[in-house]
């Protein structure tokens, strides 16, 4: 499968623990993969043919999960990833506003 992020690691993870042998591809592999055999059709169907020649041509190596201590750190961090640009985003905000000149009180300043 494609890696796709938290979604296609939770896929994977399941298919691992019921003992599917499974292996994870970066998207742009494929892509490439795709355009050496001039596929052009964006269908379902022609994706799976793609990932299923793909697998049999490139043989890639089998997936194996991450610890869950490993994935709940990685989740921590994401986390608090998210909140520094949060943070960010509202430092730009104030600024610009402060730099606008209004003279009005700023409805997120408390």
Same mark, same amino acid.
């Given at each position: !499968? ?16 019921? /003992? $599917? @042998?499974?292996?994870?591809?970066? %998207? &742009?592999? #494929? ?7 001039? &596929? ?5 169907? +022609?994706?799976? +043919? #793609?990932? +299923?020649?793909?697998? &049999?041509? !490139?043989?890639?190596?089998? $997936? #194996? %999960? %991450?610890?869950?201590? $490993?994935?709940?750190?990685? /989740? $921590?961090?994401?986390?608090? @990833? &998210? ?17 606008? /000149?209004?003279? +009005?009180?700023?409805?997120? @300043?408390?």
């Amino acid at each position: !499968m494609e890696a796709t992020g938290p979604y296609s690691e939770i896929l994977a993870t399941s298919l691992v623990l019921v /003992g $599917w @042998q499974v292996s994870v591809v970066n %998207p &742009a592999r #494929i892509k490439g993969f795709s355009q050496s055999e001039l &596929a052009r059709n964006k269908t379902d169907r +022609a994706d799976a +043919a #793609i990932l +299923a020649r793909f697998n &049999a041509v !490139m043989r890639p190596s089998l $997936w #194996i %999960p %991450p610890p869950v201590a $490993w994935r709940e750190l990685r /989740g $921590w961090v994401d986390c608090l @990833q &998210a909140l520094k640009d949060m943070h960010q985003q509202e430092s730009n905000r104030m600024e610009a506003y402060l730099a606008s /000149g209004q003279t +009005a009180n700023c409805p997120d @300043q408390v």
